[in-house]
Nanobody, 129 residues
Framework: QGQVVESGGGSVQVGGSLTLSCTSI????????AAWFRQVPGKEREEVAS????????NYADSVKGRFAIYQDNAEKTLYLLMSSLKPEDTAMYYC??????????????????????WGQGTQVTVSS
């Protein structure tokens, strides 16, 4: 459950699209929160999207709302982040994450990185003009 393989990063021009993915047994569980975070040097790690698939609940940071989509495919054991209309401000190291335990009574997942237990190794996304 703790082993996560992350891929999909790269360089793209402004307005382009990119899809990130993470594969792990952690993404076979619909009652555990999964999320994508990103971080740039000197800044706090921020959540960009989260999902609790069993509840049909997703949440997005305002900065990516309408441009990014998070999706979990339990059969594929894969978490996706579909990014479009990319901006230079989206340039960051992106990390996928999953919780070991989730309070299933909640409708949304925590945006706090400390609440997540399993992490991908990170993949760099660079958006240039």
């Amino acid at each position: 459950q703790g082993q996560v393989v992350e891929s999909g990063g790269g360089s793209v021009q402004v307005g382009g699209s990119l899809t990130l993915s993470c594969t792990s047994i952690a993404y076979t569980y619909s009652r555990r929160c999964a999320a994508w975070f990103r971080q740039v040097p000197g800044k706090e790690r921020e959540e960009v999207a989260s999902i609790l698939s069993g509840r049909g609940s997703t949440n997005y940071a305002d900065s990516v709302k309408g441009r990014f989509a998070i999706y979990q495919d339990n059969a594929e054991k894969t978490l996706y982040l579909l990014m479009s209309s990319l901006k230079p401000e989206d340039t960051a190291m992106y990390y996928c994450a999953a919780q070991r335990f989730t309070d299933y009574s909640t409708a949304t997942c925590s945006p706090n990185s400390a609440e997540y237990d399993f992490w991908g190794q990170g993949t760099q996304v660079t958006v240039s003009s």
